[in-house]
């Protein structure tokens, strides 16, 4: 018992949506007031972001948190670093919480980079003495030694995260929570970051990570927990909470083909719906895996609700690495067309040549909309396997994974002009 | 150490011990504050001098000797420039704490510090200017032959009061803020009428004596009385006004900073 540093208890948190949108105006109170003076005030629309969580972590362990957008994840450790309060329930914390929740936060611009060291150490709890004792090696693990009496509006983004993330690195706590702050800086930068919470993990620091970068959860973290709409919906191994976070969708892609018509995990006001997608080669074979380099068609079958034809149909498909960040969008708008007049049941052909992704699995979001109206929205429609296809005619593949993408080009030598 | 996070919380005294205990922090705010304040304007530290002394002038012009305000039997611009001294500290500090929370909403949202920091910092961070500009009083002063007057230091605690008046009502004013996003524009508004009811441009002698305990109603009113007869001399401490004022400061403050902390839990949410 003594080695649980957080226990969280039956939390819950309940968020007020605005009864329009946006704030309240006082004006607006002040006029109900008069209106109907003993009426309770509007009843307003409520989510509730948490639902009667628990689960406890031990001293020293890397405890990884998924779960799609809108799951409840942020709000987990907005509470767990006392930004908000919960609704109900309880958390017992053992230890220092330090979190990172977006790096660079309280950063002014006016102010040097060695003002922001001291201002955003402070703001994360630091001591100025602490701050000064860590100050080289914070600039050292940023690279800016120069750069330190230059107001960091002169800075580029790059430089900007780097020493935000530096100082947070820098953070000593018990207790560190991390959100999505992988997601920032180049891949070199990114790796050194992993490095650094690795270290701070081996050190017997508790470390709470939120991310969608697969690959970083399952090589970072120890255990994970998944989190579906607001509650925990899976506690244990890293894989088996991947597996079940990557669920459904994961398993059907591998056969080629999804079922999408049966897929229940999809919003929009359906008025047209998509009812299957798979992709074929140039000559319009069916294909399960994409080389890099083909021309590849993604086709996507759609059939209307009322079973009347259908207006105004627009296509919009989001492709993403697996770990999640989005790598192109393409549609009907990009590609400069509006179909006024579909069938009402149909297919939408994307015709892409020479694909420029290397080999990966990646996700594809499918988003339909009639009439201007969001009819289907369908996030990891399915996921897309590229295999190598020799990109480049030259036989060589790209090095590197941490690069995205592959291009068209050449390489030629000149003399002087 | 141990934390625990539950819906409900009393107020408690380990919670001023953990304001104490961020205290480094606010006064980085602070500095933030000034620094952001004297880089970002070419005048820097000229300019909180230059709004004061203005407005004396123009004042002074027109009220003085156009209007023919009294002014307590000493010169009208010294007279006027005793007045506007507190009273251009109080005005920009209550409207900087009045939109301190909105201003550091991304603070707010990210990091957990104890909230009233943030509207003390932006009250706390007009003192500099206070300073700046108070050394133009010492000139009109020595320029006008006002001898000094015994009663001087009272000008600290006096400052002191005027700390906790812009801070009480900096409380009410930013957290009113957060929740009603329309309250910002009713600021301006606001402090223009408090500055008309206060005895900044006429004294307080103006208003019949038994009438005085209802202008100290305005805590401000009997501070600027109180600081005028402290720096100028002339006039005897009217310590019934002063008393007055002074406990509407404290009932303000302390009813402000009990409507601040009971919004502050919903403040990073709304915000
Ligand atoms: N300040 C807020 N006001 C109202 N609703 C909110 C607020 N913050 C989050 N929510 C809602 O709470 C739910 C959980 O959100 P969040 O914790 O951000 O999820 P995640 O981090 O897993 O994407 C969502 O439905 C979101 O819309």
């Known amino acids: 018992m003594s ?6 208890d039956g939390l819950s948190k309940k968020y007020r949506l605005g009864a329009t949108h946006g ?44 779960g799609r957008n809108g799951a409840g994840k942020s709000t987990l450790l907005k509470i767990l670093s006392r930004i908000t309060e919960p609704t109900s329930g309880r958390v017992e914390l053992r230890g220092r919480v330090g979190s990172l929740l977006e790096v660079g936060t309280g950063f002014h611009p006016e102010l040097t980079g060695k003002e922001n060291v001291y201002l955003y150490g402070t703001i994360l709890g630091m001591r100025s003495s602490e701050i000064s004792r860590k100050y080289d090696e914070i600039v050292a693990f940023a ?23 530096s100082v947070a690195a820098h953070l000593e706590p018990e207790i560190l929570l991390v959100d999505e702050v992988l997601a920032v800086g180049d891949a070199i930068f990114q790796r050194k970051c992993i490095k650094k919470m690795q270290e701070a993990a081996s050190c017997g620091r508790t470390i709470l990570f939120v991310s969608h970068n697969i690959p970083a959860i399952t090589s970072f973290c120890g255990r994970a927990i998944l989190f ?11 894989e088996e909470a991947v597996d079940k976070y990557l669920g459904a969708a994961n398993a059907a892609a591998d056969r080629g083909r999804i079922g999408l018509k049966e897929r229940q995990d999809r919003s929009g006001s359906g008025a047209v719906r998509l009812t299957d997608f798979y992709m074929l080669d140039g000559a319009g074979n069916r294909i399960g895996e994409i080389r890099s380099g083909s021309t590849v068609q993604l086709a996507f079958e759609y059939g209307s609700a009322d079973g009347r034809p259908a207006r105004n149909v627009e296509l919009q498909i989001v492709v993403s690495r697996y770990s999640g960040d989005r ?44 009439e201007a109206v969001p009819a289907d929205y369908l996030q990891n429609a399915a996921f897309i396997d590229v295999v190598d296809g020799d990109f480049y005619g030259s ?5 590197e994974k941490e690069t995205p993408f592959l291009v068209d080009g050449d390489v030629s030598l000149e003399g002087a002009p | 150490m141990r934390i625990v996070i539950t819906s409900k919380h009393k107020f408690t005294l380990s919670e001023l011990a953990s304001l104490w205990h961020y205290r480094e922090l606010g006064s980085f705010l602070v500095k933030r504050d000034i620094k952001v304040r004297y880089k970002q304007t070419a005048l820097g530290g000229l300019w909180a001098i230059i709004q004061p002394f203005f407005t004396m002038v123009v004042f002074s012009l027109f009220f003085g000797k156009m209007a023919k305000v009294p002014s307590d039997g000493v010169p009208y611009p010294v007279f006027v420039y005793a007045g506007l001294l507190p009273w251009t500290y109080f ?4 409207t900087a704490a009045s939109e301190s929370m909105v201003g550091n909403a991304n603070l707010i949202t990210k990091v957990y510090f104890p909230r009233a920091i943030v509207p003390a910092a932006a009250v706390l961070s007009g003192l500099l200017d206070f300073l700046v500009a108070s050394t133009v009083l010492a000139g009109m002063m020595l320029y006008f032959h006002i001898g000094l007057n015994p009663l001087l230091p009272l000008v600290i605690p006096l400052t002191g009061l005027t700390v906790l008046c812009a801070a009480g009502a900096g409380f009410w004013l930013s957290a009113l803020n957060v929740e009603y996003r329309d309250i910002r524009y009713t600021i ?3 402090i223009q009428l408090w500055l008309f009811s206060s005895p900044v441009i006429y004294p307080s002698s103006i208003v019949p004596a038994r009438y005085q305990w209802a202008l100290a109603l305005n805590p401000m009113a009997g501070v600027l009385k109180a600081f005028r007869a402290a720096v100028l001399g002339g006039q005897a401490l009217d310590w019934r006004a002063l008393g007055i004022s002074s406990g509407v400061i404290l009932l303000l403050f302390v009813s402000g900073f009990l409507y601040f902390r009971r919004m502050e839990r919903t403040f990073a949410d709304v915000i």
């Open chain 1, 327 to 370: 790598v192109f969008q393409f549609g009907t708008r990009f590609a400069g067309r509006s179909f006024a007049e579909a069938p009402a049941r149909g297919r939408i052909v994307c015709r892409l040549k020479r694909f420029p992704l290397p080999p990966e699995r990646y996700r594809l979001d499918a988003y339909l909309v009639s």
């Open chain 1, 23 to 66: 704030y309240k105006t006082f004006r607006e109170s002040l006029v109900n007031a008069v209106k109907a003076p003993f009426s309770k005030s509007r009843e307003r629309e409520e989510v509730w972001a948490l639902k009667d969580v628990s689960f406890e972590v031990k001293r020293g362990e890397v405890l990884g948190i998924i």
């Open chain 1, 143 to 165: 690279e800016l030694e120069r750069f330190m009496e230059t107001p960091v509006k002169r800075y580029s983004s790059g430089m900007y995260m780097r020493l935000a993330f």
């Open chain 1, 395 to 399: 036989g060589y593949q790209v090095f």
């Open chain 2, 188 to 190: 301006p508004f606001v």
């Open chain 2, 91 to 94: 005005s920009g500090a209550l």
């Open chain 1, 3 to 8: 080695d649980t540093i957080i226990k969280v």
């Open chain 1, 228 to 238: 579906e709409g607001g509650s925990v919906s899976y506690a244990g191994g890293v």
